[in-house]
């Protein structure tokens, strides 16, 4: 199938690709791959390292001219997303992935095709493999268990790189030069709950929001999406205000770094207050409904009264705190970029709210590209657990990749492009992690960072699919930068 590719430029990357793709590499199962690695760079008589966790690290001298070059680490991840058809009978354990070409899109048979990173990776042994490409002292690593947290980004040990300069190929569009990524937290505050009993002629009820967009934690922060947890948390506390009612259970949310969808609170009250809850779930449904109507216009505040008598319920001066809190957590963005138009610089999603059988559990993602700034909004939460007496957890830290106005690398990349296509590239950063926080973690900051790639689409899903010609020009481009690094 790619023989119609023989024409172009990047033939030999695709040619590895598929080559790589003949191995099963999903996150996990990465050694036959990493062997693969290993053999290629034996083959062609080149320094390979294999550490504990298969990442590879292969080195090439620079060619005639670029000997005393810098060294320049070029970076991708051998590890795939397995993901296929419901009627695929694909085994990702044994099965090669099949190509199809069709126009200018190279996807596989039903399942994904692996070209987040499997193209990075296979651009750069091509590299690896010329006798007539002009580059400096390269240094290959390709790092596992990228899709399932940066697994061997963070077992790699600094000490068997030499350079200080690293090329991320594990960007998905054309143009679009990321030169920061958020660090984050996992932030978990823990309100003890002390239970009683309710009075035997209270109703019980479910309070339901539904029907809101939710969205990536990272990528869909700033687009003002309402956040159920935080809506219901605002509903609870208009309604304290107006009558007395006890809470047996808050939910909303399933995952920390996805925005929530909906929510549920089973509360009850005297039979003498139905009327007023009813009224005020209206007046608040139309309220939110007029505050989301641009992002989030499907949003719908409802009441069920239940059947269930149970009497189980938050003692006073738990649901007090319960509430405060959810009032008051920090959620959504907190701080903008003023170097890079449009980024967010730190952000906050109160993402999951559980009610367990001894806590009251708020299950946050915190994001931002400057440390500091992450810490503010720790510390502004662990002032809150401190005020209604209740414990806070961090756990999953990684590190951000901080924007570097001075960036040399990003000059070089930039002035290429211009030479190449005749206009400027986006200079961008994302809201989410990348490898390159760990490596800026690893290197302690002393090393010059930047990520391209062609254009891939419907990544992590069956319709995975890569822009032939797209990975063509970013070949070309890849292989104009390293004959500008001198």
Same mark, same amino acid.
């Given at each position: 199938?790619?023989?119609?590719?023989?024409?172009?430029?990047?033939?030999?990357?695709?040619? &590895?690709?598929?080559?790589?793709?003949? +191995?099963?590499?999903?996150?996990?199962? /990465?050694?036959?791959?990493?062997?693969?690695?290993?053999?290629?760079?034996?083959?062609?008589?080149?320094?390979?390292?294999?550490?504990?966790?298969?990442?590879? %690290? %292969?080195?090439?001298?620079?060619?005639?001219? &670029?000997?005393?070059?810098?060294?320049?680490?070029?970076?991708?991840?051998?590890?795939?997303?397995? /993901?296929?058809?419901?009627?695929?009978?694909?085994? #990702?354990?044994?099965?090669?992935?099949? #190509?199809?070409?069709? !126009?200018?899109?190279?996807?596989?048979?039903?399942?994904?095709?692996?070209?987040?990173?499997?193209?990075?990776?296979?651009?750069?042994?091509?590299?690896?493999?010329?006798?007539?490409?002009?580059?400096?002292?390269?240094?290959?690593?390709? *790092?596992?268990?990228?899709?399932?947290?940066?697994?061997?980004?963070?077992?790699?040990?600094?000490?068997?790189? /030499?350079?200080?300069?690293?090329?991320?190929?594990?960007?998905?569009?054309?143009?679009?030069?990321?030169?920061?990524?958020?660090?984050?937290?996992? /932030?978990?505050?823990?309100?003890?709950?002390?239970?009683?009993?309710?009075?035997?002629?209270? +109703?019980?009820?479910?309070?339901?929001?539904?029907?809101?967009?939710?969205?990536?934690? !990272?990528?869909?922060?700033?687009?003002e999406r309402g956040n159920a947890n935080k809506i219901m948390g605002r509903f609870l506390m208009d309604l304290k205000s107006a009558i007395d009612f006890k809470i047996n259970s808050i939910s909303g949310g399933a995952k920390n770094n996805a925005i929530p969808r909906s929510a549920d609170a089973v509360i009850l009250f005297r039979e003498d207050d139905q009327t007023i809850v009813k009224e005020k779930v209206a007046l608040w449904n139309s309220i939110?409904?007029?505050?989301?109507?641009?992002?989030?216009? $499907?949003?719908?505040?409802?009441?069920?009264?239940?059947?269930?008598?149970?009497?189980?319920?938050?003692?006073?001066?738990?649901?007090?705190?319960?509430?405060?809190?959810?009032?008051?957590?920090?959620?959504?963005?907190?701080?903008?970029?003023?170097? %890079?138009?449009?980024? +967010?610089?730190?952000?906050?999603?109160?993402?999951?709210?559980?009610?367990?059988?001894?806590?009251?559990?708020?299950?946050?993602?915190?994001?931002?590209?400057?440390?500091?700034?992450?810490?503010?909004?720790? $510390?502004? *939460?662990?002032?809150?657990?401190?005020?209604?007496?209740?414990?806070?957890?961090?756990?999953?830290?990684?590190?951000?990749?901080?924007?570097?106005?001075?960036?040399?690398?990003?000059?070089?990349?930039?002035?290429? &492009?211009?030479?190449?296509?005749?206009?400027?590239?986006?200079?961008?950063?994302?809201?989410?992690?990348?490898?390159? !926080?760990?490596?800026?973690?690893?290197?302690?900051?002393?090393? $010059?960072?930047?990520?391209? !790639?062609?254009?891939? &689409? $419907?990544?992590?899903?069956?319709?995975?699919?890569?822009?032939?010609?797209?990975?063509?020009?970013?070949?070309?481009?890849?292989?104009?930068?390293?004959?500008?690094?001198?």
């Amino acid at each position: 199938m790619l023989e119609k590719l023989k024409e172009l430029n990047s033939f030999k990357a695709f040619k &590895y690709f598929k080559e790589m793709n003949q +191995v099963p590499r999903g996150s996990g199962n /990465e050694k036959g791959v990493s062997d693969f690695l290993v053999n290629f760079a034996k083959k062609h008589n080149l320094k390979v390292t294999q550490d504990a966790s298969l990442n590879i %690290i %292969i080195k090439k001298p620079g060619t005639p001219g &670029y000997e005393n070059a810098p060294k320049i680490i070029i970076q991708g991840h051998m590890d795939m997303v397995c /993901e296929k058809e419901l009627h695929s009978k694909h085994d #990702f354990l044994k099965d090669p992935i099949e #190509f199809i070409v069709e !126009g200018d899109f190279l996807h596989a048979n039903g399942t994904t095709l692996g070209a987040d990173d499997g193209i990075a990776v296979a651009m750069s042994l091509a590299v690896l493999d010329s006798t007539d490409i002009p580059h400096p002292p390269i240094e290959l690593l390709v *790092t596992t268990g990228e899709e399932v947290g940066m697994v061997g980004a963070e077992a790699l040990d600094p000490k068997d790189l /030499e350079g200080r300069v690293l090329i991320n190929i594990d960007s998905e569009e054309e143009g679009k030069l990321l030169v920061s990524c958020a660090g984050g937290v996992r /932030e978990k505050i823990k309100l003890p709950i002390i239970w009683e009993e309710s009075d035997k002629n209270f +109703v019980n009820c479910l309070i339901k929001l539904r029907d809101l967009k939710g969205g990536h934690s !990272g990528m869909e922060i700033d687009k003002e999406r309402g956040n159920a947890n935080k809506i219901m948390g605002r509903f609870l506390m208009d309604l304290k205000s107006a009558i007395d009612f006890k809470i047996n259970s808050i939910s909303g949310g399933a995952k920390n770094n996805a925005i929530p969808r909906s929510a549920d609170a089973v509360i009850l009250f005297r039979e003498d207050d139905q009327t007023i809850v009813k009224e005020k779930v209206a007046l608040w449904n139309s309220i939110f409904k007029n505050e989301l109507n641009t992002v989030d216009p $499907d949003v719908n505040l409802s009441i069920e009264i239940l059947e269930d008598n149970s009497r189980k319920i938050f003692s006073e001066e738990t649901a007090t705190k319960a509430l405060q809190v959810l009032f008051l957590i920090p959620n959504g963005v907190k701080s903008m970029s003023l170097d %890079i138009k449009g980024l +967010v610089q730190s952000s906050t999603n109160i993402g999951v709210l559980t009610t367990e059988d001894d806590y009251l559990v708020f299950d946050s993602a915190i994001r931002s590209s400057v440390a500091s700034l992450k810490k503010l909004i720790c $510390d502004e *939460t662990i002032v809150l657990a401190e005020m209604v007496g209740a414990t806070i957890e961090f756990e999953s830290d990684y590190p951000e990749w901080q924007y570097d106005a001075n960036s040399k690398i990003k000059t070089v990349f930039e002035n290429v &492009y211009k030479d190449l296509f005749g206009k400027k590239p986006e200079i961008a950063a994302i809201h989410a992690g990348l490898e390159c !926080g760990l490596f800026s973690k690893k290197f302690e900051g002393n090393i $010059d960072q930047i990520s391209f !790639g062609p254009n891939m &689409y $419907d990544v992590h899903t069956s319709k995975e699919h890569l822009s032939i010609s797209s990975t063509d020009r970013m070949w070309n481009y890849l292989l104009a930068v390293l004959k500008e690094i001198k």
